[in-house]
């Protein structure tokens, strides 16, 4: 079975040394790909290095996420492109997009945040643009600016996935109408997540990726621990169940979209 998951953060597996044994039980539950998205200018310079050292294997994406624009965003705005001109090159451009779950409580300091996020996501939407990169937006209680966003640049549909996709039926099928697609975590697998299954059953296998957005979010029956690339197979299990389909069917069949998405060849197995 190839499985592959398009959404994970190995910073903290790279740091803690405990990466090599990360990636070692990826590759025995049948993971053949991993994309690291990165959140902000300190993560992309070690992400890039990962992808050097496990060609095909780990694929790296740089963006600022939008919790995460310091002080110095224009600074990281002027280093993110640069990251185009050299190899190994970013598969992707993320995580980018716009988090109003996080907001300071104070009304004009909010509403400052997000003109704040709002710029920093249509800069670096441009830059997608320039590098004809793939995007991977991350929405939270954000998905119509994030769209409207997405729109005003022009950029292809097709390049666009909105990850730990959570929203319903009716706004997976406003991405998938424009050409674009939402990816599923763990979340999917969660008993309060009617919604996220009932968005997944209406996108079908046609565009489906999966990911694991660890060490985050660590899917049934292993919700609260540490979330590594290796369980994706858990949630990939739970949408097999879901799309009534053979798992290794499924998985075959998002480990092909995850590629053509990110224009990558997996290498392994
Ligand atoms: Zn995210
Ligand atoms: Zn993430």
New binding site residues.
Partial sequence: MRLFDS?A?LDTFARDGSLPEVLARAKAAGVCGIVT?G?TLADWPLYSRLAKEHPGYVHFAAGI?PTEIGADWEEALAALASFWATEPKPVALG?VGLDYFHLPKDRSQAEKTVSLQKEVFRRQLEIALQMDSPVIV?ARQSFADCVAAIDATGIDWNKVVF??FSEGPEEIRLLNARGGRGSFTGTVTYKNAAKTRAAALEQGMERLMVET?CP?LAPEPLRGKVCEPAHVAHTLAALARLLSMPEAELAEATTRNAERFFAIATLFP
Avoid: G, K, R, W
């Fill in positions: 959404h953060h998205a959140t996420h995580e991350h990850h730990c957005d985050y």
